[in-house]
């Protein structure tokens, strides 16, 4: 069993930034590759990010790429999301969840795990 913690949302305005962490405990997840999903209110939730175990390969939503930056540290269980240039449409719960394998998975259904999210706000 994985559990993931999120920390890090808050309010902030437009073209701010935020580093979101998901601190994961139980069984060592240095070899399970993690995501980053959102849900914005009245919609569905959607992909923004995914490393592998290895930290070799990430991958990223249109929407974020070039703004976004995931990164893994395995001696801390730690994996986060550096977000920079917000922009309201940011706006969402940010949930990390883990994949039970090395490789990058970018469907929600490949996920095993998740966390409990964390509120981003992004003003205008």
């Known amino acids: 069993q994985v559990q993931l913690v999120e920390s890090g949302g808050g309010l902030v305005q437009a073209g701010d930034s935020l580093r979101l962490s998901c601190a994961a405990s139980?069984?060592?997840?240095?070899?399970?590759?993690m995501g980053w999903f959102r849900q914005a209110p009245g919609k569905e939730r959607e992909f923004v990010a995914a490393?592998?175990?290895?930290?070799?390969?990430?991958y990223y939503a249109r929407s974020v790429k070039g703004r976004f930056t995931i990164s893994g540290d395995n001696r801390k269980n730690t994996v986060y999301l550096q977000m920079n240039s917000l922009k309201p449409e940011d706006t969402a719960v940010y949930y990390c969840?883990?994949?039970?394998?090395?490789?990058?998975?970018?469907?929600?259904?490949?996920?095993?795990?998740w966390g409990q999210g964390t509120q981003v706000t992004v003003s205008s």
């Open positions: 490393i592998s175990a290895s930290g070799g390969s990430t």
């Open positions: 969840a883990a994949h039970m394998r090395p490789i990058v998975v970018l469907t929600e259904s490949g996920y095993n795990y």
């Open positions: 139980g069984r060592t997840f240095s070899s399970y590759a």
